[in-house]
């Protein structure tokens, strides 16, 4: 059986984790290896952990997550990060997010769809990766 | 779903994948001038006075063209021509996709015709609204888009009633959070509910049972439930041009002023207050 998709998740909002941690619940092959409520803490989790995926909220207090999307990239590449917002609809906010590496700018509300296409695009990714060290 | 920008529109259509995005920003970037460089280009500004300008930026909330002629070195009327000729020689990404081969251009008509059909959902009316609101363009994206958002979010319908001037908290507070909408104007959103209200919300949002739920989270599910509305409506005003920039939440929001908008809600009682700052 394939390795799950291990997936950690950044939002000051608690709402917002539970939904997603619901949302990734029902999907197959998904761990949910931690969720953090701003950028500094999600730095620290992503380092230790290396997860294949990060949803991360764009605006938080303190650190907020375009900020943490740089420095997570900067020092492991390799990582996909989407970056989650309501306010992705914001032309220079989603730019921002492609420019510094987000592989999706995903808005809210969530359209399930979209998280599951996501995670089927990280899985794929994560297929071919393995076949080219091969 | 929500406020998206044309290049997500693509991304989620399977059109095109965040690498193209990439190289079409890549490339607008080269090739689109910021207003500074058009000043310059032509004739109404000498560099010095556009770094003088970006330095400024850093101390004041204003775009570059506004902040300009604040300081006397751009007259309003060159203000509007340079604005022009960013606008008619701008290169946007559908076109910077087109060149770099990601998107055939026969098909960029029919795809941004679906990008329309897609975001025609979020298009608002202007309302009738007090001399207060009526120019705030983002204050009718939020009345507008509340209703909407309440039956996505939490399925729940909502009737927006009157806007009445704000002259007392309303009664059943209980739970009061505002969001900052920091533009050219500010505005200051609040949802102003009963613990009934506030439940039911938290509740549909999360998923979780009302057991589950304690007093923290009903509060941070209205707060996300606003960081959404206003979200999309500052989304929406962005894609008119008009930037801004959303705040954190305020759990604990004083209402003093601005404008009381009633909500008929059918679970306990709820109400907008919108303020300009």
């Not at chain 2, 009664?171 to 104007?185: D, K, L, Y």
Request: hydrophobic letters at 45%.
């Amino acid at each position: 059986m394939a390795a799950k998709i291990n997936v950690l998740l950044v939002d000051d909002s608690r709402t917002v984790l539970a939904q997603l941690e619901r949302i990734l619940g029902d999907l197959d092959g998904v761990a949910i290896v931690g969720m953090e409520r701003n950028g500094a803490a999600a730095i620290r989790v992503a380092c230790e952990s290396l997860p294949d995926l990060i949803l991360m909220d764009i605006v938080m207090p303190g650190l907020d997550g375009l900020s943490a999307l740089r420095t997570i990239k900067s020092l492991n590449p390799g990582i996909q990060i989407a970056m989650v917002s309501s306010v992705s609809g914001d032309p220079a906010k989603a730019e921002e997010a492609f420019r510094l590496g987000a592989c999706q700018v995903l808005g809210k509300p969530f359209d399930l769809d979209l998280i599951e296409s996501l995670i089927q695009t990280v899985r794929e990714t994560r297929l071919e990766n393995a076949t080219e060290n091969e | 779903m929500g406020v998206k920008f044309f290049g997500q529109f693509l991304i989620d259509s399977s059109e095109v994948d965040a690498s193209h995005v990439r190289e079409a920003l890549e490339l607008m970037d080269h090739e689109n001038r910021p207003l500074g460089q058009i000043a310059i280009a032509e004739g109404f500004m000498q560099q010095r006075q556009v770094v003088r300008v970006n330095a400024e930026q850093r101390n004041r909330d204003l775009s570059f063209g506004d902040l300009a002629v604040d300081m006397g070195l751009l007259r309003s009327e060159e203000l509007v021509t340079i604005l022009k000729v960013q606008r008619t020689t701008r290169l946007p990404i559908g076109q910077a996709l087109v060149r770099l081969g990601h998107v055939a251009s026969d098909r960029l008509g029919v795809l941004l015709d679906s990008y329309k059909t897609d975001q025609a959902q979020y298009d608002v009316a202007m309302m009738d609204l007090p001399n207060g609101l009526v120019s705030h363009r983002v204050s009718h994206y939020v009345i507008d888009l509340f209703p909407r958002f309440m039956l996505r979010v939490a399925r729940m319908k909502v009737k927006v009633g009157e806007v009445k001037d704000f002259d007392q908290e309303p009664e059943f507070r209980e739970i009061a959070v505002s969001v900052p909408i920091q533009g050219a104007r500010g505005l200051e959103v609040a949802l102003v509910c009963d613990l009934e209200f506030g439940e039911a919300l938290a509740m549909a949002a999360s998923g979780l049972d009302r057991g589950d739920l304690n007093p923290e989270m009903v509060a941070d599910a209205v707060g996300e439930f606003l960081n959404v509305l206003c979200g999309n409506a500052a989304g929406a005003v962005a894609k008119e041009g008009h930037p801004v920039e959303l705040g954190p939440p305020d759990y604990e929001a004083e209402l003093c002023d601005g404008w009381m908008i009633e909500l008929a809600v059918g679970i306990g009682r709820a109400a907008l207050v919108l303020s300009t700052f």
